[in-house]
């Protein structure tokens, strides 16, 4: 599947701000077998003092700016193009959680792909009793870690709502879980919590997401979203899966990558440092359309 891409971050601010650096994750990556960056570009307005290229650590497109002049507002914009490729389904080749604890056990390796940075508590995922204990439930002795996978991101979707104002962006895990209500973000921190409390190596994953419009309607420019979802170590054999809790699915072709990381603070769209004072105002527009639709 190829797509278009088009996404613009727009920031502003009450009062100039005085300088500013920003770290942005927003290039989507390309994976062996699985999808394809053909072009990309990241612009900043106001041009930036210093712009750096560079990937970090798991491997993903990192994009940094900085201003030293006054900033009224600040307009990220990216487009790209991208060939999402269908995976093949395979059989489920994974042990159950006592085997997989052997199998990660086994693996020496600690570059960005190692299981071994996915398993503990990160930055804004702590493991979590109740999440735990939910995650056994779906899980009883026998299962495979990826049996597992599924049932605990189909349960999550059963019992969660989604629900743009319910959270912010720095809202616990633990408490959206407790009132069962979030955006994809809290989906999945949550599911990751919960895999990695019964030993299931789990990371987050920062992309975007091609939506379609209900039957009849045509698509609003803009419509598109940056999406989250969750990447599973099932074991040796089975190794990487991606299941999206938020919409109950295993990942397709209707998912394109940008970043993998621990969390969402590893793979964040765009953070960074200003000085300036007063309110500030953000706003995105993510377009994702097929480029047989845009020709």
């Not at 605990?152 to 019992?159: A, M, T």
């Not at 991606?242 to 072709?253: S, Y």
């Not at 793979?267 to 097929?290: F, H, K, M, Y």
Request: hydrophobic fraction near 40%; charged fraction near 25%; proline fraction near 8%.
């Amino acid at each position: 599947m190829l797509y278009d891409i088009g996404l613009t971050i727009e920031h502003g601010y009450a009062s100039p701000a005085e300088g500013a650096r920003t770290l942005t994750h927003l290039l989507p990556r390309t994976l062996w077998g699985q999808q394809t960056l053909i072009t990309g570009m990241i612009e900043a307005d106001p041009w930036p003092a210093e712009r750096i290229d560079r990937t970090d650590f798991f491997g993903n497109p990192v994009t940094e700016f900085a201003w030293r002049e006054p900033v009224e507002s600040l307009i990220l914009t990216l487009q790209a193009r991208v060939e999402r490729s269908a995976m093949p389904t395979t059989m489920d080749l994974s042990p159950d959680l006592a085997g997989l604890d052997r199998e990660v056990s086994q693996v020496r390796d600690i570059g960005p792909n190692s299981p071994h940075h996915f398993r503990g508590a990160s930055p804004r995922v702590a493991l979590h009793p109740a999440m735990t204990a939910f995650a056994r439930d779906c899980a009883p002795p026998g299962t495979t870690a990826q049996q597992a996978v599924v049932a605990i991101g189909k349960r999550l979707y059963r019992e969660m709502d989604f629900d743009a104002d319910a959270t912010e962006v720095d809202t616990p895990p633990a408490e959206a879980f407790e009132h069962r209500h979030g955006v994809c973000q809290d989906f999945t921190h949550i599911m990751i919590a919960c895999l990695r409390g019964i030993g299931i190596p789990a990371a987050y994953t920062s992309g975007f997401l091609r939506t379609l419009p209900p039957p009849g309607k045509e698509r609003l420019a803009g419509a598109d979203a940056m999406h989250a979802w969750v990447r599973a170590w099932v074991g040796l054999e089975g190794g990487w899966i991606e299941f999206d809790p938020t919409n109950d699915r295993m990942v397709g072709t209707d998912h394109i990558v940008v970043g993998y990381g621990r969390d969402y603070s590893d793979v964040a769209p765009d953070r960074g440092v200003l000085r300036t004072w007063g309110e500030q105002e953000s706003n995105q527009a993510v377009d994702v359309i097929p480029v047989e639709e845009a020709a």
